[in-house]
């Protein structure tokens, strides 16, 4: 099975019903380009991300906190277990070729602040602001376009 470009999705454990929905949207966008999405795998965001994700018959990654695949979200097709708490937070930076964060909080921050420094992109929705290198978008359709084209290479602002 190729996996295609991996795209992590980021953000709150707990999402407004908003989120959770620019998360499924997003999830299920990742699934029809062929992408693989990563996350860490439980509620809110990452839910609703998997959730979109593998309706769409996407892989959904969860790199989990704990030492037990059970505390997966049940849209988790692969739960990996780290036992690492918050530092899985790296692993998932590190994973991902690019990140699409949606809301979020602190967790949400320091994967944002991980993957900048190695250089990946990362596209904001709803999320953390005036990060310099991070790009802003206003829609799940836009998140996804604009994190495939940055990864293929394209100047998605046509500038």
Do not use: F
Request: neutral net charge; contains cysteine; glycine residues 16%.
């Amino acid at each position: 099975m190729k996996l295609g470009a991996v795209i992590g999705v980021i953000g709150a454990g707990r999402a407004s019903d908003v989120a959770y929905a620019a998360a499924w949207e997003v999830g299920r966008l990742l699934a029809e380009a062929g992408a693989t999405l990563v996350c860490g795998g439980l509620g809110g965001v990452m839910e609703g991300a998997c959730r979109g994700c593998t309706e769409a018959g996407g892989l959904a990654v969860g790199i989990l906190p704990g030492a037990v695949a059970g505390q997966a979200n049940p849209w988790v097709g692969l739960p990996i277990v780290t036992n690492l708490g918050h530092a899985r937070n790296i692993v998932i930076a590190h994973t991902a070729q690019a990140l699409i964060a949606i809301e979020g909080e602190y967790g949400t921050l320091s994967e944002i602040a991980v993957a900048l420094k190695l250089g990946k992109p990362v596209v904001s929705l709803r999320s953390w602001q005036d990060i310099p290198g991070m790009t802003r978008v206003d829609t799940p359709e836009e998140a996804v376009r604009r994190v495939l084209d940055l990864l293929a290479g394209r100047n998605p602002l046509g500038v």
